[in-house]
């Protein structure tokens, strides 16, 4: 038989897949899912005995959740990264690590064919591609979905006549949760003006009064809550865990597509978006303004690189050398304060804050400078506009 390995992930589309290439087309399946976070040994477990039952010869649970993290997470902080100043690139960040875990995989076992459950009308099928074709050229790509054009009705009715039940309440939502975050898709996100319900979110409200938490970041990743230490893995779970009860971190980004359509998409990421804000609030105090410059261009452009499946472009670890380098005094504690539905930064403390009294207290006092001085700063500081303005008035 032909051996296949399938990203395989239990949801609507990879279960077509499974029953479909086992089924129709002959091929030994190997299931294989990566764990990127979102994944209990429970849900694996029941992830596997489908899998099976869905005519895969055999499944693989791969455990990417440090190479996730240090290969790709550290670096979404360290550069800031909120795609279009909204998203922090949660589920697009995870298929990159997904993709070279599977195509290694697949050649490791001698498989011929990967194939993914990905639409033509997604970024998702470029990302798995790109990896696949550039580690793994002489593999062929198998796409059943895309090729088919199939929608998620048809894909329900071949399960359901292939006694497997499953049915479109199950379907009606597209959840992708990961350590960086959860997207969820639905009906709501095909329009622009329709918000996702409420119970469309998989974390609910159940806590109502404010609490108050202490981050610790040093060179740049977190290290400690509320003085509990743990490593940056263990420290972003806590922290979701405990901003998720507010239902912190929803919204809704609107973006660009790698094919050039937009698309809506809902996502949840509570751990992400305060451990952004909070990181970013630290290098304010601790890095100059030129470093926050370039690193606000470098981290935009990392984020829009990775989410467009270029991450093995060597550009990108040019960047990472850059971003990882910048975080040499981003340590500190930051305040933060946690209430329904949203979070407040406080403020920092650290050693290494710029933010020094003994040169002045801004707007108030100067201790470093005279008045003269600032008459004089100023003076040579207008010259440029000074010597421009004449001409400028000439061409009005």
């Given at each position: 038989?032909?051996?296949?390995?399938?990203?395989?992930?239990?949801?609507?589309?990879?279960?077509?897949?499974?029953?479909?290439?086992?089924?129709?087309?002959?091929?030994?399946?190997?299931?294989?899912?990566?764990?990127?976070?979102?994944?209990?040994?429970?849900?694996?477990?029941?992830?596997?005995?489908?899998?099976?039952?869905?005519?895969?010869?055999?499944?693989?649970?791969?455990d990417a959740l440090e190479h996730f993290y240090?290969?790709?997470?550290?670096?979404?902080?360290?550069?800031?990264?909120?795609?279009?100043?909204?998203?922090?690139?949660?589920?697009?960040?995870?298929?990159?690590?997904?993709?070279?875990?599977?195509?290694n995989h697949a050649k490791n076992i001698g498989?011929?064919?990967?194939?993914?459950?990905?639409?033509?009308?997604?970024?998702?099928?470029?990302?798995?591609?790109?990896?696949?074709?550039?580690?793994?050229?002489?593999?062929?790509?198998?796409?059943?979905?895309?090729?088919?054009?199939?929608?998620?009705?048809?894909?329900?009715?071949?399960?359901?006549?292939?006694?497997?039940?499953?049915?479109?309440?199950?379907?009606?939502?597209?959840?992708?949760?990961?350590?960086?975050?959860?997207?969820?898709?639905?009906?709501?996100?095909?329009?622009?003006?329709?918000?996702?319900?409420?119970?469309?979110?998989?974390?609910?409200?159940?806590?109502?009064?404010?609490?108050?938490?202490?981050?610790?970041?040093?060179?740049?990743?977190?290290?400690?809550?509320?003085?509990?230490?743990?490593?940056?893995?263990?420290?972003?779970?806590?922290?979701?865990?405990?901003?998720?009860?507010?239902?912190?971190?929803?919204?809704?980004?609107?973006?660009?597509?790698?094919?050039?359509?937009?698309?809506?998409?809902?996502?949840?990421?509570?751990?992400?978006?305060?451990?952004?804000?909070?990181?970013?609030?630290?290098?304010?105090?601790?890095?100059?303004?030129?470093?926050?410059?370039?690193?606000?261009?470098?981290?935009?452009?990392?984020?829009?690189?990775?989410?467009?499946?270029?991450?093995?472009?060597?550009?990108?670890?040019?960047?990472?050398?850059?971003?990882?380098?910048?975080?040499?005094?981003?340590?500190?504690?930051?305040?933060?304060?946690?209430?329904?539905?949203?979070?407040?930064?406080?403020?920092?403390?650290?050693?290494?804050?710029?933010?020094?009294?003994?040169?002045?207290?801004?707007?108030?006092?100067?201790?470093?400078?005279?008045?003269?001085?600032?008459?004089?700063?100023?003076?040579?500081?207008?010259?440029?506009?000074?010597?421009?303005?004449?001409i400028i008035k000439n061409h009005d």
């Amino acid at each position: 038989m032909k051996k296949l390995v399938l990203a395989y992930s239990g949801g609507l589309d990879t279960s077509y897949c499974a029953k479909y290439l086992s089924k129709e087309e002959g091929f030994e399946v190997h299931a294989v899912s990566v764990n990127t976070g979102g994944f209990s040994p429970e849900e694996i477990k029941i992830i596997e005995e489908k899998a099976i039952q869905l005519g895969a010869s055999s499944y693989t649970s791969i455990d990417a959740l440090e190479h996730f993290y240090e290969k790709v997470v550290k670096y979404l902080i360290f550069g800031n990264v909120l795609r279009n100043n909204t998203y922090p690139l949660s589920v697009s960040a995870e298929r990159i690590v997904q993709a070279i875990e599977i195509v290694n995989h697949a050649k490791n076992i001698g498989a011929d064919y990967i194939a993914h459950g990905s639409t033509g009308a997604g970024n998702d099928q470029v990302r798995f591609d790109m990896i696949f074709q550039i580690l793994a050229p002489n593999i062929k790509i198998i796409t059943p979905i895309r090729d088919k054009s199939l929608s998620r009705e048809a894909e329900i009715k071949y399960l359901q006549e292939n006694g497997i039940k499953y049915s479109w309440e199950k379907a009606k939502y597209s959840i992708n949760k990961g350590l960086w975050g959860t997207s969820v898709g639905g009906d709501e996100t095909l329009t622009s003006d329709l918000p996702l319900p409420e119970s469309a979110y998989p974390s609910q409200l159940v806590s109502t009064e404010s609490k108050d938490i202490k981050l610790v970041f040093f060179k740049g990743e977190l290290v400690s809550i509320n003085g509990e230490k743990g490593t940056p893995i263990e420290n972003i779970i806590k922290l979701d865990s405990l901003a998720s009860a507010y239902a912190i971190g929803r919204d809704i980004h609107v973006g660009d597509t790698i094919i050039g359509i937009k698309g809506r998409v809902g996502f949840e990421a509570a751990a992400s978006v305060i451990i952004i804000k909070a990181h970013h609030l630290l290098e304010k105090h601790t890095l100059s303004k030129w470093q926050q410059f370039q690193k606000e261009q470098l981290g935009n452009f990392y984020g829009m690189l990775l989410h467009e499946g270029n991450y093995l472009d060597e550009v990108m670890r040019n960047i990472e050398a850059f971003l990882a380098d910048t975080q040499r005094n981003v340590s500190g504690e930051v305040s933060v304060s946690l209430h329904p539905y949203r979070f407040e930064l406080n403020g920092i403390k650290s050693e290494n804050d710029l933010m020094n009294a003994s040169f002045g207290n801004y707007g108030e006092t100067n201790k470093a400078w005279t008045a003269d001085d600032a008459k004089g700063f100023i003076k040579i500081l207008s010259n440029p506009g000074k010597i421009a303005n004449p001409i400028i008035k000439n061409h009005d």
